[in-house]
């Protein structure tokens, strides 16, 4: 009987350590067990496009994942990203430093802040069709340009229209219903169009219409403002920095690698946008890799000048309900080196 029992002892040691060691085997090569993901909501701005390839690369390469994130990306209500990001409902999301304001300044102020720029200067201008005189601000006399009556936007035309020796109160402004940049001014419904030319104007080229395009920054400088940008809720960003870090480190390696493969970036964005028109993405990335870090050696980076050079211009222009201070509503502590 002893030697039966020290001949089961013996086989249970064995099985024991045999055991041990296959689970220290299997938790060093991290294939058994799983690490519990972090869970993240970023919610967009819109519905999918190449402002979000980046994104969507980090999610299908497993960027996020590797960091030890578990992303859910979601559409934006109707009341935009700020309120899911300003409510903790979401972490990150996709804004603009000029539509993102009451969230971050005033009396309405939400913990928001801009984390990353997701292109390094706005693209965005006027378009019309070639010939009709509006290559120039103050070509905009007497053409019917299509508003959102927004503030901001109103001020901002009115501007560069009247530096370029202009009368703005001689522009047709017209309530803007323009879903298709392409049919609207084809059809001639509008003459003038406010667009990203990384997404619509493109859209032109890739439809072969000839347009004439101004950019707002190359008239004025003031307008090289932030847009789009990430944002984050400024709670959570000082609660969990090591995740918004990680986060933030992820997405960067999604950017680059539409920087650098551009054309292999727009097949994982249409992987998850089949709707989107394939031709169209594809331009649109290769004109985007050029604008995602432009001249910085850092994707995310904002500059501290531009961006209050931009909110001291609505100061000064007595476009919000209060004094802006510096340094609202950004921050580049959270950027990957």
Not at 75 to 82: K, L, T, V
Not at 172 to 183: A, R, W
Request: one cysteine or more; glycine letters at 8%; proline letters at 4%.
């Amino acid at each position: 009987m002893k030697k039966i029992l020290s001949a089961v002892i013996a086989c249970t040691l064995v099985l024991l350590i045999t055991a041990g060691c296959s689970k220290q085997a299997s938790n060093d090569g991290k294939t058994d067990e799983k690490t519990e993901k972090t869970k993240v909501t970023f919610v967009l701005d819109w519905t999918p496009n190449t402002n979000h390839t980046g994104l969507y690369v980090a999610q299908d390469k497993g960027y996020f994942s590797d960091a030890g994130l578990e992303v859910e990306i979601v559409q934006p209500p109707e009341d935009g990203a700020e309120m899911l990001v300003g409510s903790g409902k979401a972490q990150f999301g996709v804004s603009f430093q000029d539509s993102m304001l009451p969230a971050v300044a005033g009396d309405n102020k939400m913990p928001v802040e801009a984390v990353a720029a997701v292109v390094q200067h706005n693209t965005s201008g006027i378009i019309s069709l070639k010939g009709s005189g509006m290559d120039r601000p103050k070509g905009l006399e007497g053409k019917k340009y299509a508003t959102w009556d927004l503030p901001i936007e109103k001020a901002t035309l009115k501007q560069v229209v009247e530096a370029d020796g202009g009368d703005f109160g001689k522009v047709k402004l017209i309530p803007s219903t323009v879903t298709d940049e392409v049919s609207a001014l084809q059809s001639k419904s509008v003459d003038a169009i406010w667009i990203f030319y990384g997404w619509a104007g493109v859209a032109t080229e890739v439809a072969g219409l000839d347009t004439d395009y101004f950019a707002f920054k190359d008239i004025d400088p003031v307008f090289d403002y932030y847009t789009p940008v990430i944002i984050g809720n400024s709670d959570w960003l000082k609660d969990n920095a090591d995740t918004a870090k990680a986060f933030l480190s992820a997405l960067k390696k999604g950017y680059e690698f539409a920087i650098d493969a551009p054309e292999d970036a727009a097949d994982i964005l249409l992987n998850n946008a089949p709707e989107l028109d394939k031709k169209l993405v594809v331009e649109s990335q290769k004109y985007l890799s050029k604008e995602y870090k432009a001249e910085v050696s850092q994707w995310g980076y904002m500059d501290p000048e531009r961006w209050n050079r931009f909110y001291d211009w609505i100061n000064d222009n007595k476009l919000f309900d209060s004094k802006i201070p510096e340094n609202t509503g950004f921050t580049n502590d959270y950027l990957p080196e």
